[in-house]
């Protein structure tokens, strides 16, 4: 099980939002069968997916929506929490996602983004790479060996400019929003790769290094993934 040390830290963000008692109108975009964060008990947690089995398979949701977040029209101020984890990525257009969720999140709510660091070496092996190869390395490297299999992960990865850290706040800004966290981190599966390959120490710093400078500075070794937290009409 790997542990992700941003989610305690944006559990924090999301328990304040729910800490007067009022119901929170929480939606997960592109939803998936779990989440990632624990919803307040105080939530009316609404579910958006493409897909009708990872769907079915989720059993804390309120409501559930087939549709795809790039062209859903969602309630205008209708959530007071928006969560979108791993899942711009995939999109064509996360751009209209973002568009949508700064439509659909109340003034002094929250939107949570988290996915890739496009700025990663991790996230250009992706792009680089065939979705076999995706699947291959789920099943073999991390130990999912449902991967692929019956609507399971991992899906087509797209990686578009749009989800860039910088191009993500310029996004934010022109929508509206104010970037209250940002974070660029060490994702938990990788990390503990890395340490099963014994990639540490003075070896580990070397890599780095050697990353660095290859791509001129554009690629980072070890921040292979990405958190930004957005308010509307707050930075909380």
Same mark, same amino acid.
């Given at each position: 099980?790997?542990?992700?040390?941003?989610?305690? %830290?944006?559990?924090?963000?999301?328990?304040?939002?729910?800490?007067?008692?009022?119901?929170?109108?929480?939606? $997960?975009? #592109?939803?998936?069968?779990? *989440?990632?964060? =624990?919803?307040?008990?105080?939530?009316?947690?609404?579910?958006?997916?493409?897909?009708?089995?990872?769907?079915?398979?989720?059993?804390? !949701?309120?409501? %559930?929506?087939? #549709?795809?977040?790039?062209?859903?029209?969602?309630?205008?101020?209708?959530?007071?929490?928006?969560?979108?984890?791993?899942?711009?990525?995939? !999109? $064509? %257009?996360?751009?209209?996602?973002?568009?949508? /969720?700064?439509?659909?999140? &109340?003034?002094?709510?929250?939107?949570?983004?988290?996915?890739?660091?496009?700025?990663?070496? =991790?996230?250009?092996?992706? =792009?680089?790479?065939?979705?076999?190869?995706?699947?291959?390395?789920?099943?073999?490297?991390?130990?999912?060996?449902?991967? #692929?299999?019956?609507?399971?992960?991992? /899906?087509?990865?797209?990686?578009?400019?749009?989800? &860039?850290? $910088?191009?993500?706040?310029?996004?934010? $800004?022109?929508?509206? @929003?104010?970037?209250?966290?940002?974070?660029?981190?060490?994702?938990?599966?990788?990390?503990?790769?890395?340490?099963?390959?014994?990639?540490? #120490?003075?070896?580990?710093?070397?890599? %780095? /290094? /050697?990353? =660095?400078? !290859? *791509?001129?500075?554009? @690629?980072?070794?070890?921040?292979?993934?990405?958190?930004?937290?957005?308010?509307?009409? *707050?930075?909380?």
């Amino acid at each position: 099980m790997y542990v992700n040390e941003q989610v305690p %830290k944006l559990q924090v963000i999301i328990d304040k939002l729910a800490a007067d008692g009022e119901q929170v109108r929480v939606l $997960e975009a #592109g939803c998936g069968s779990s *989440s990632k964060v =624990k919803m307040p008990n105080n939530a009316w947690l609404v579910g958006i997916d493409i897909s009708q089995p990872q769907l079915d398979r989720n059993t804390i !949701l309120s409501e %559930k929506i087939l #549709g795809d977040i790039q062209t859903f029209e969602l309630p205008e101020s209708g959530f007071d929490l928006v969560v979108c984890w791993d899942v711009l990525e995939h !999109l $064509e %257009k996360p751009e209209a996602a973002i568009e949508n /969720f700064a439509h659909a999140i &109340a003034p002094g709510g929250i939107i949570i983004l988290a996915m890739p660091n496009l700025r990663s070496i =991790k996230a250009l092996i992706t =792009k680089i790479t065939p979705h076999w190869f995706h699947v291959w390395a789920y099943r073999h490297v991390f130990g999912h060996k449902s991967a #692929g299999r019956d609507g399971n992960g991992p /899906f087509r990865t797209l990686l578009k400019p749009a989800i &860039a850290p $910088e191009s993500l706040v310029k996004l934010a $800004e022109s929508n509206g @929003l104010v970037v209250s966290y940002l974070s660029l981190y060490e994702g938990p599966a990788i990390r503990d790769l890395r340490r099963r390959l014994r990639l540490t #120490g003075p070896v580990w710093s070397a890599a %780095k /290094f /050697f990353v =660095k400078a !290859l *791509s001129f500075g554009k @690629l980072d070794a070890e921040n292979t993934d990405c958190i930004i937290v957005l308010g509307k009409g *707050s930075s909380f």
